[in-house]
Antibody
Framework: EVQLVESGGGVVEPGRSLRLSCAAS????????MHWVRQAPGKGLEWVSG????????AYGDFVKGRFTISRDNAKTSLYLEMSSLRPEDTAFYYC?????????????WGQGALVTVSS | QSVLTQPPSMSAAPGQRVTISCSGS????????VSWYQQVPGRAPKLLIY???KRPSGIPDRFSGSKSGTSATLDITGLLTGDEAEYYC???????????FGEGTKLTVL
């Protein structure tokens, strides 16, 4: 059974940094691309970033503007999202999701989400 | 504001059929497959439709998707109260170089 478990969420002050992790199991991790999708409370889904199986290709939503970095460790079957210069509008549930590719793809499994609250 | 437009809400009675639309452009729906997701409050989204109307294991054939030009639709037949949820369309936008989601349609099964 595919399992994606996010961790690292919490309350952080504006301008600070936070690192999210996603532990994957139940599938061959390094055969798939991985993504982060976020959802502000009561709002819709917003794609954050994606990374190819070999980390050679990454892509980011326009709003990231160099503040976030996606990475993965295939040996640890884990996905990461390093977020810096956080803003109140970054407050959201952050989901990791499994995909075939970085581009032109779909998300067949999702984690339960990690809540990030940016507030002073 | 999303590049994919969905109706904010729809409603129908149990047993009926509903069609949820997703309108885009030649840089997204016109060039790529559209996926559909169901999200029940408090839960993660679940994939319903991908590629050319394919369904993951466990998704009943009451759910089907289609695309014409720059628009896509999700059809749900034989509505159940358990189908009450938010539904999102998704695809890749080649101009933005990004995954894009519709703003979601809240389906109420009366």
């Amino acid at each position: 059974e595919v399992q994606l478990v996010e961790s690292g969420g919490g309350v952080v002050e504006p301008g600070r940094s936070l690192r999210l992790s996603c532990a994957a199991s139940g599938f061959t991790f390094d055969d798939y691309a991985m993504h982060w999708v976020r959802q502000a409370p009561g709002k819709g889904l917003e794609w954050v970033s994606g990374i190819s199986w070999d980390s050679r290709s990454t892509a980011y939503g326009d709003f990231v503007k160099g503040r976030f970095t996606i990475s993965r460790d295939n040996a640890k079957t884990s996905l990461y999202l390093e977020m810096s210069s956080l803003r109140p509008e970054d407050t959201a549930f952050y989901y990791c999701a499994k995909a075939e590719m970085v581009a032109s793809t779909f998300f067949d499994h999702w984690g339960q989400g990690a809540l990030v609250t940016v507030s002073s | 504001q999303s590049v994919l437009t969905q109706p904010p809400s729809m409603s129908a009675a149990p047993g009926q059929r509903v069609t949820i639309s997703c309108s885009g452009s030649n840089s997204n729906i016109g060039r790529n497959y559209v996926s559909w997701y169901q999200q029940v409050p408090g839960r993660a989204p679940k994939l319903l439709i991908y590629d050319k109307n394919k369904r993951p294991s466990g998704i009943p054939d009451r759910f089907s998707g289609s695309k014409s030009g720059t628009s896509a639709t999700l059809d749900i037949t034989g509505l159940l109260t358990g189908d009450e949820a938010e539904y999102y369309c998704e695809t890749w936008d080649i101009s933005l170089g990004a995954v894009v989601f519709g703003e979601g349609t809240k389906l109420t099964v009366l």
